[in-house]
């Protein structure tokens, strides 16, 4: 079974860094396109930032210039590099993907998210 599990988030404050990362396990044969999401409380879900799997990206404006979103084929890994982070930042993340297990189609997966909470 496939599963995307994230993991760095956390407690900065305003101005800092901060790294997600996002772990895809179980039997996979190919991992497609990879993006980041995030949720703040009483909003919608946002896409934020998608990573093909030839490694071509793209952003939110929201998060343009301050986040980047990068891969590691060999690790079946994404990561989020956040910096600058701002107040409105502050959200649950979750990553997402298309991966083909082995011996059927492709489907879409999400992970359980990480907290990310800027705050003085």
């Known amino acids: 079974q496939v599963q995307l599990v994230e993991s760095g988030g956390g407690l900065v404050q305003p101005g800092g860094s901060l790294r997600l990362s996002c772990a895809a396990s179980g039997s996979i044969f190919m991992i497609d396109a990879m993006a980041w999401y995030r949720q703040a409380p009483e909003s919608q879900r946002e896409l934020i930032a998608t990573i093909t799997s030839e490694g071509t990206t793209a952003y939110a404006d929201s998060v343009l210039g301050r986040f980047t979103i990068s891969r590691d084929k060999s690790k079946n890994t994404m990561y989020l590099q956040m910096n600058g982070l701002e107040p409105e930042d502050t959200a649950v993340y979750y990553c997402?993907?298309?991966?083909?297990?082995?011996?059927?189609?492709?489907?879409?997966?999400w992970g359980r998210g990480t907290q990310v909470t800027v705050s003085a």
């Open positions: 997402n993907a298309d991966i083909r297990a082995t011996g059927q189609s492709r489907d879409n997966y």
